[in-house]
């Protein structure tokens, strides 16, 4: 599990337990054990450096868990519970550089504060949202492969980016012709998201930046982009893609502009 540049820990290091869910899954989830929870035990670890390890210390104890239970899946709840720990990991950490002269123990005293700011955060992200947010992330550590718990069957990919395919991409044999488009191109394509929100119709809007390294070329490639998700029962339905900075993806634009 990449954190940052400066820590990965190993899965190894970090246990996941399975239970049955009582989130929005349903009947589905309620029979099977889909429930993932991700524990770091902070003491076990023996990647942590100590300063690292009081760090996270201070914030959440011995230790670091995350829960999800959001999909029918275990496959997909163990992504995103895996996702979330990453997340505390590294908010801990970034937290922690920027103290200064605070005490691990001024730290801790104000940890209860903190743990109740990241709930309140963490719900005021829809299930749309953070699944975006998963996919993109999924992309950039190069898990390129098809997750049927992610993907659905019927999925159109509309992207005019570095593509001589004027259709749209289709189902999981399109998905696939396009990540294989894109890795015979590019030595590196990464997906830098800045901003995602989710309409009122469900769809997320999200903007930010492709950064690419041609294949045998080394020609680099900056490409704002905006992007437009559309899912159905958790899964990605639709993928567009807008590099044009006049166009209005989402439809909502004000009329007149």
Known sequence: ????????????EIELRTSRSSGPGGQHANVTASRVEAVF?????????????????????DRVTAVAQDARGQARNRELALGRL?????????????????TVAQTACNRRIREYANRVAEQGRSD????????????NSGRHEIDPELIDPE??????????????????KGVRERVADVEDRFEAWRIELRESKELDDGRVLASGV??????????????????????????LLRYEAFVDEEADPAGIAPSGH
């Not at 599990?1 to 190894?12: F, G, I, K, Q, T």
């Not at 949202?129 to 993109?136: G, S």
């Not at 900056?222 to 437009?228: C, F, H, K, N, R």
């Open 1 to 12: 599990m990449v954190v940052n540049s400066e820590l990965a820990v190993p899965l190894a």
């Open 41 to 61: 035990d902070l003491a076990g670890s023996a990647t942590l450096s100590e300063a690292q390890r009081e760090r996270l210390r201070a914030r959440y104890g």
């Open 86 to 102: 990453r997340e505390k990991v590294a908010a801990a950490r970034v937290e922690a550089a920027g103290l200064g002269a605070q």
């Open 128 to 139: 749309n949202v953070r699944l975006t947010e998963q996919l993109f992330e999924r992309w």
């Open 155 to 172: 999925m159109e990919l509309h992207s005019s980016i570095s593509s001589s395919h004027l259709a749209p991409y289709r189902g999981y």
């Open 210 to 235: 492709i950064r690419a390294r041609g294949r045998g070329s080394d020609i680099e490639l900056e490409q704002p982009v905006e992007w437009l998700l559309t899912f159905r029962d958790g899964r």
